[in-house]
Structures are given as C-alpha cells and as structure tokens.
C-alpha cells in the first residue's frame, strides 16, 4: 500500500479525537437506539496507547488499547474512514496495536464489537480472534460480540 504510514499516540492527538467523532457518528446510525449505551464505554479521555494511520499524509484509520486485566489489553476505537476501507489498514493497525500489547507485557486482546458490525467481525475473525462470552458490562447485551486473540511473544 502506498505511503501507509503508522503513528503511536495518546487519544489527546488531534487526529485520532476527529476520527473518533467520525466512528461516532458512524455508530450512532448502525446502533440506532443502542448508541447511547454503548457510547459511555467509548470515552477516550486518556487512553495512553493510540495507533493512528495515515495515508499519503491524511489521517484514514485508527485504534487504541486500555489495560482490560492482569494480563489483557481491550482494543478500542477501531475505525477506518469509509473511503478507505477494504485495503488491509484496520489488519495493519490491529497488527500494531498488538505488537505494543506484547511490548508492555501483556499476552491477549479482548474487544467487543456489535452484531450491526458484520464487517468488523469479518476482520477479527480473519486475523484470528475468536467468539468468547460477553464480558464485563456487556453480559446479557444481545447485539454485542466479544472476541479474544491470545499472543504469543514472537513480534
């Protein structure tokens, strides 16, 4: 892919925080009546570890990783501007958001996604996330999907 290029951030990064609104208003369609809830778990007031992709120069893609547990990170705030989607870009930022997982030690991924996300699916799927219960707040919520990934320590 042509000028890809990836940064590490914090969610005070100018780009990511326009991307994020862009994902919002993304899901407030997709979710419907549900945005709402969802929407209180997503706040990224700081959020140490952000990946934001850029594109000849312009911001296309980002994610971002919090601690989840001991030995866990939860990927957050995955989102690629509807234009450039279907090029790999969400795969390269998960790819780094985990190799920076394993960089501070931890050995899995966890993520929730939505049922009104099939394509989002589709990618963890891909990469080699698998279906797990629901977790934490979302136990018992119908249209969520949570997925793990556990890491070996190779990069």
Same mark, same amino acid.
């Given at each position: 892919m042509n000028d890809l290029t990836?940064?590490?951030?914090?969610?005070? +990064?100018?780009?990511?925080?326009?991307l994020v609104f862009l994902l919002d208003e993304e899901l407030a369609v997709r979710d /419907?009546?549900? +945005?709402?809830f969802y929407a209180q778990y997503n706040k990224?007031?700081?959020?140490k570890e952000v990946v934001v992709a850029y594109q000849n120069e312009h911001p296309v893609g980002c994610g971002a990783i919090k601690s989840f547990s001991? !030995?866990?990170?939860e990927v957050k705030r995955m989102f690629v501007h509807p234009g450039h989607r279907k090029k790999g870009i969400?795969? *390269?930022?998960? +790819?780094e958001l985990e190799n920076w997982t394993k960089?501070? /030690?931890?050995?899995?991924?966890?993520?929730? !996604? /939505? *049922? *009104?996300?099939?394509e989002a699916i589709s990618?963890?799927? *891909?990469v080699g996330y698998q279906i797990t219960?629901?977790? /934490?707040q979302y136990i018992g919520i119908d249209n969520s999907v949570c997925m793990a990934r556990p890491l070996n320590n190779n990069p």
């Amino acid at each position: 892919m042509n000028d890809l290029t990836l940064i590490r951030t914090n969610s005070d +990064h100018a780009d990511f925080r326009q991307l994020v609104f862009l994902l919002d208003e993304e899901l407030a369609v997709r979710d /419907g009546d549900e +945005h709402a809830f969802y929407a209180q778990y997503n706040k990224v007031d700081a959020i140490k570890e952000v990946v934001v992709a850029y594109q000849n120069e312009h911001p296309v893609g980002c994610g971002a990783i919090k601690s989840f547990s001991e !030995t866990a990170v939860e990927v957050k705030r995955m989102f690629v501007h509807p234009g450039h989607r279907k090029k790999g870009i969400a795969a *390269k930022i998960l +790819h780094e958001l985990e190799n920076w997982t394993k960089e501070l /030690g931890f050995s899995e991924c966890v993520l929730e !996604t /939505g *049922k *009104k996300q099939p394509e989002a699916i589709s990618l963890y799927q *891909k990469v080699g996330y698998q279906i797990t219960p629901n977790y /934490g707040q979302y136990i018992g919520i119908d249209n969520s999907v949570c997925m793990a990934r556990p890491l070996n320590n190779n990069p």
